[in-house]
């Protein structure tokens, strides 16, 4: 028996959330400074550069910094490429919050450097977290059954879709 595949959203109301997502971050940076953006593995650096293209329009004077975070290799996250997070304001972006248990693992690893400020984003948000973290800006809430999965597909750039399977 084949997996019920659900559309969630399409390619266009993708872009349309990434950018909405933006624009609220760039509301709480208008004083310029920089910001550091930690996209979580493949599909959230996906997103964390999304967002980065669109803040970069809007705010062009706001310094940012790209980083991708690899949590696939072992249990304590890599950020590449390394850098300190000491005085810095860090923005912690990936495609979709799950239980909170990775996203926890990478916050403990920037809080311990001692930054000024961690937000987190996320395009996806299910309502069924185990770990005490927030979601500062998100695209889309779903209350979903715990066997219910939320998938982002960036396989085809020109096709984007989130869909529950």
């Not at 970069?56 to 696939?72: C, F, R």
């Not at 390394?82 to 990936?94: A, N, R, T």
């Not at 209350?143 to 597909?153: K, N, P, R, S």
């Amino acid at each position: 028996m084949a997996a019920t595949i659900t559309p969630i959203l399409d390619h266009q109301e993708i872009l349309i959330k990434i950018d909405r997502i933006a624009c609220e971050i760039c509301e709480k940076h208008t004083a310029g400074g920089q910001l550091i953006i930690c996209g979580m593995n493949s599909r959230g650096f996906d997103i964390a550069g999304r967002i980065r293209l669109k803040m970069q329009d809007v705010l062009p004077e706001l310094k940012i910094q790209l980083l991708q975070v690899d949590t696939t290799q072992s249990e304590i996250p890599e950020f590449l490429p390394k850098i300190s997070f000491e005085g810095q304001q860090v923005l912690v972006v990936d495609d979709v919050i799950n239980t909170g248990r990775t996203l926890m693992s990478v916050l403990q690893r920037i809080f311990n450097e001692n930054p000024t400020n961690i937000e987190t984003a996320f395009l996806a948000k299910r309502e069924h977290r185990n770990y005490p973290v927030k979601a500062d800006y998100v695209g889309i809430s779903l209350a979903t059954t715990l066997q219910e999965h939320v998938v982002y597909d960036n396989s085809d750039n020109s096709a984007l879709k989130v869909y529950l399977n």
